[in-house]
Structure formats: structure tokens, C-alpha cells
């Protein structure tokens, strides 16, 4: 049986690290064997739990295991024959070694390489949870979309350009003044390829495995989160809670803080209207730094209560959105309602539904930019948005 799976990510600062821990305590206070990973090139998981933590699990409580994933050795695992390669192609342009070895990595890849470990962890069957503290962005994520891509290239194009370069390699010496790539470096290829499909698998399992994004009452907070839930939803990641951490507390509702907690409540507001019908999870601007058992504790309380951390909170997809040959349709679920309580608008990328007193917003992905509603269904509970590709961009306020 897999593993249960849950991902936190998030804007950096938010208190990922500590929601992530807290979850491992106490789904291990359970009794479920429990592994926490970072996968942050800045880890703080140590300091979080007060345990020195190593790129391999390290028991730091019953039925408990930490491990802050190490990028440069996963990478040297994985992406060793690549970088070497790359490495001596660079040089004799005239790269310096050290510049041309960091160049050999392109751009979230050591992320990438960071939650294979996830793959690892469901392979050994040794943990019934596998919490995940993912780096200050999502985007990671998205190298993992593209299952039906890689395995098309795999299966038809990888062999064929493989013996091409094997044939190729003996004239090329002669003419060429670059090495071509080697065995291993196809090898390196082609396993990483089909890691991505087997991770992908993984994260798309949505009986096991499930995202929550985490975020502090700001506003630009806010808006990146709905971002990164409208790429996962487009992915077909299921988000099954996202994390309210650091809200301020009522006693604080006059003097100084006073106007700060009325700005919270009113982000409260877009949180709840962008992210319906996901639950939303809440915790207090605590006194003390979350860190150690006791705050740890705590944190699990507030933002658990009677659940069980583990449990999957939430089964479908809030939203899908999907494109093809400069059309993508949006497709909202949206049970009970009426078609004549539904109102649509679209400004810029933003695409607010209104269904009676009830507001719902949802931030389009940048490649949207350039489309604009064509029209809007409602049926069988759900209302579909139809957007085309329009050459002047998209109109700046829309109704359907």
C-alpha cells in the first residue's frame, strides 16, 4: 500500500517548515511511521525540530524520522555523466570549471532531484507517512506535468537519437570540435525520464498523495498561493487544504493591532473565496517561535484539532482547467446553484464567479494572458468558462 503523501509549499517565510513538522509529529503520535523531508536548499527543518538532521532519515521521536535532502549529492546520484559532459563542453569554450559546473544545472532542477527522494520513500515500504517541506515555490511541480511527453519521447525519440550519436560519435571526431555525448549521459537521460513519469504517478495518485499550500493573511501572500492552486489544479494536483498561519488573535482587535487584524479579516475574505470548497486550516500568531515539541505541538492543535492529519480532507478538484490549439476551456464545480444566480467577469487574469451573495476568484496562469472569454456553460452542477486565443489580448473586463 503507498504511503500516505502530503506536499507543503508555499511563499518562502510563510511557516511551511514549521506546518510540515507539526503535521509529522502528529500523524507519528498516531502511530504512523513518519519520515519529514526539506527539500529547501536553505533547510531549517533541524532547527524546527531541534534534531540534527542529515540527507538520510534521522530518528528524532517515536515512530518519527527527519531528513533534509542534500541537492548537490542527489544531483551527483542522478545528473553526474550530464554535468561532466556539459562541464568539458564549457571549459573549452573558455568557462571557468567552476562557473561551467554550475551551469550545468539548469534552473529547479536540484529540487527536482530533491523529491525523487519521495519515489525512494514509496519504493521501501518502510514509512506510512512521507511529509514533505517543499523549497518557497511551486514551480518545481510543474516539471513533473508532462507524463505523455516524456513517455512519447521516450519510447520513439530517445532510442533512435541514441544510435544516431553512437554512429555518428567515430566520423563526428574528425570534423566536430565539441565531444559528443556519451552512453552515460543517455543513460543519466533516460533515467530521469522515466523517474518523471514514475513521479508523476505518484503525485497524481489522489487516493495517497495530496498538496496543501501554506500562506500568512497578506495579500501578495494570497495572490501567489492562488496562483500556484490554479497551476496544480491545471496539472491535475489535488489540493486537499490550504494553511492560514499567523493570524493575529481577537484580544488584539483594539489598539495598535487593531487595523492590522481588520486588514487580515478582510484577506481572509479572498482566501476563502478563492480557495472554496478546499478546507481551510488556521493557526494564531503565536507568542514564541515554533520550534521544538512543545510549539510544535501547539501548532498541530490549532490547525488539526479533532482531524487526523493524515486523513485526505478533501477528494476533488476544486477547478480544471485545460487548452489545446488556442482554446482552454475552465471548468468549476458549482452544486446547488442556479444558472440565473451565476455572474461571470473576467479582468485581466483574474476570473471572478459570482453565485448569490457568494464570490469565487481565480488567478489564470501568465500563458493566459493573451485569451479572452468566448462564452460559459452551466450544467450538471458545473459551469464551463470558454476562453480563445485573441490576437490583441484579452479584454480587460469581460461578462459571459
Known amino acids: 500500500m503507498a504511503p500516505r503523501t502530503i506536499l507543503y509549499t508555499g511563499k518562502g517565510g510563510v511557516g511551511k517548515t514549521s506546518v510540515a513538522a507539526a503535521t509529522a509529529r502528529r500523524c507519528a503520535a498516531a502511530g504512523l511511521r513518519t519520515v519529514v523531508l526539506s527539500t529547501d536548499p536553505a533547510p531549517s527543518l533541524s532547527d524546527s ?47 571557468d570549471r567552476i562557473s561551467a559546473d554550475e551551469l550545468t544545472v539548469p534552473p529547479g532542477m536540484d529540487e527536482l532531484f530533491s523529491l525523487l527522494q519521495i519515489k525512494s520513500h514509496h519504493e521501501s515500504g518502510d514509512y506510512d507517512c512521507v511529509i514533505v517541506d517543499c523549497a518557497p515555490t511551486g514551480e518545481t511541480l510543474r516539471f513533473l506535468s508532462f507524463p505523455d511527453v516524456a513517455t512519447w519521447w521516450l519510447e520513439k525519440v530517445f532510442p533512435w537519437e541514441r ?67 490554479t497551476y496544480l489544479n491545471l496539472y491535475g494536483y489535488l489540493t486537499d487544504a490550504v494553511v492560514v498561519n499567523r493570524i493575529f488573535p481577537a484580544e488584539l482587535s483594539e489598539g495598535y493591532f487593531a487595523d492590522w487584524r481588520e486588514v487580515q479579516h478582510e484577506h481572509m475574505e479572498l482566501v476563502r473565496s478563492a480557495f472554496s470548497p478546499v478546507p481551510i486550516l488556521t493557526a494564531p500568531y503565536f507568542p514564541r517561535e515554533v520550534i521544538g515539541d512543545e510549539m510544535l505541538d ?44 451565476i455572474e461571470l467577469k473576467k479582468i485581466g487574469l483574474e476570473v471572478i464567479v459570482r453565485v448569490g451573495g457568494q464570490k469565487r476568484t481565480i488567478i489564470l496562469p501568465p500563458t493566459m494572458a493573451g485569451y479572452s472569454t468566448s462564452g460559459a456553460r452551466f450544467e450538471g452542477g458545473a459551469l464551463q468558462v470558454f476562453f480563445e486565443r485573441s490576437d490583441h489580448g484579452a479584454r480587460a473586463d469581460e461578462r459571459a
Open 163 to 229: 544510435r544516431l550519436v553512437s554512429a555518428a560519435r567515430p566520423f563526428a571526431r574528425g570534423f566536430l570540435d565539441i565531444p559528443l555525448p556519451g552512453d552515460a549521459v543517455f543513460e543519466d537521460v533516460e533515467r530521469l525520464v522515466r523517474n518523471l513519469v514514475a513521479m508523476n504517478d505518484i503525485l497524481r495518485d489522489h487516493s495517497s498523495t495530496s498538496i496543501r499550500l501554506v500562506m500568512n493573511p497578506d495579500r501578495m501572500v494570497v495572490k501567489e498561493a492562488m496562483r500556484t492552486f
Open 49 to 95: 525540530l531541534e534534531a540534527e538532521l542529515g540527507s538520510d532519515p534521522t530518528p528524532c521521536g517515536p515512530n518519527l524520522f527527519g531528513q533534509e535532502v542534500q541537492a548537490q549529492e542527489e544531483m551527483e546520484r542522478n545528473w553526474e555523466a550530464v554535468q561532466d559532459w556539459l562541464g568539458e563542453l564549457l571549459a573549452e569554450r573558455g568557462v
Open 298 to 341: 501547539r501548532l498541530a492543535e490549532e490547525l488539526f484539532g479533532a482531524r487526523a492529519p493524515a486523513d485526505l480532507l478533501h477528494r476533488e478538484l476544486s477547478q480544471e482547467l485545460s487548452a489545446d490549439n488556442g482554446r482552454a476551456t475552465l471548468r468549476l464545480p458549482i452544486p446547488f446553484a442556479d444558472r440565473g444566480d
